[in-house]
């Protein structure tokens, strides 16, 4: 039998790189999988290649987050799995450092990397309570646990959500809802966000994106980028019952890299 066999679960941020590898992954494993990003276009194609559902969601809005709820109850009576993937850099144009960071791009950050997790976990514990319980994965980044000068307002979001899921997963553990929650951590992952990143902060240094690369790989200690597909794995086992006993865990898939910084 497939690992999340007929389980209903809902990946945001799921048009491409770490969220599209997610669905992916469950899919496979036999999940019924939706599908939720902002990018109508690139959801679509995305969701066709996997032959499974699609609706673009602004994770930002209240609003949203009972809509998509309500479609998904309509459609298969269920939720069993919540994977909080979707998130922003913020503004490539702003400056990210503490003293020049401008306010709105800091709130346009957290309202989407830390209130849109918060949303989510608000809106689907009953809905997933009422399934019998499940459990959710919040994607963090181990840009929350290390300091991340270069990009303040997202470390500091994403640490907000390594919080978040500890609160979360200690009330449905002491209200009786059978729902596990954990945060997942990656590092570097080959996604598009990633391409963007290091593309702006090989030009603030002089430098080709090449040789950007290659001297941020050289604090890997495993030695590479990661895939998003190690992630991937990392959020199947969480949502299945393999990991039935884990619960307000926050575990890093970085090659290493927290241990050496």
Same mark, same amino acid.
């Given at each position: 039998?497939?690992?999340? *066999?007929?389980? /209903? ?24 999988? /939706?599908?939720?990003?902002?990018? %109508? ?18 994770? #930002?809005?209240?609003?949203?987050? +009972?809509? +998509?709820?309500?479609? +998904? ?46 949303? !989510?976990?608000?809106? %689907?514990? #009953? ?11 919040? /994607? ?5 646990? /290390? ?6 307002? @997202?470390?500091?979001?994403? !640490? ?16 009786? @809802? ?10 570097? #992952? ?8 290091? *593309?702006?902060? %090989? ?23 990661? *895939? ?14 393999? !990991?039935? @006993? +884990? ?9 290493? @890299?927290?241990? #050496?910084?």
């Amino acid at each position: 039998m497939k690992r999340v *066999e007929g389980r /209903v679960a809902l990946v945001t941020g799921a048009a491409q790189g770490i969220g599209f590898a997610a669905a992916k992954r469950l899919k496979e494993e036999g999940a019924i999988v /939706v599908m939720s990003d902002l990018n %109508a276009a690139v959801l679509q194609e995305a969701a066709g290649r996997l032959n499974a559902d699609a609706i673009v969601q602004d994770v #930002a809005s209240e609003q949203g987050w +009972i809509d +998509i709820l309500q479609s +998904i109850r309509k459609a298969h009576g269920a939720l069993h799995i919540l994977v909080n993937n979707a998130g922003i850099e913020g503004d490539p144009s702003a400056p990210k450092d503490p003293q020049g960071a401008p306010l709105t791009d800091w709130n346009k950050i957290f309202t989407v990397n830390s209130a849109g997790v918060f949303l !989510a976990c608000k809106h %689907a514990i #009953a809905l997933m309570s009422e399934s019998g319980g499940g459990s959710i994965v919040n /994607v963090s980044s181990i840009a929350s646990l /290390v300091p991340t000068p270069f990009l303040t307002a @997202y470390g500091a979001a994403k !640490a907000s959500v390594q919080h978040l899921t500890q609160s979360v997963a200690l009330h449905c553990a002491t209200s009786g @809802y059978r729902i596990r929650c954990n945060s997942v951590h990656p590092g570097q #992952a080959r996604t598009p966000m990633l391409e963007a990143l290091f *593309e702006r902060m %090989a030009r603030q240094a002089g430098a080709s994106v090449e040789q950007f690369t290659a001297a941020f790989v050289a604090q890997i200690p495993m030695g590479s980028l990661q *895939e998003p597909e190690d992630v991937a794995n990392l959020v199947l086992f969480l949502a299945s019952e393999e !990991a039935r @006993y +884990i619960t307000g865990q926050a575990i890093a898939c970085d090659g290493g @890299y927290v241990l #050496a910084h």
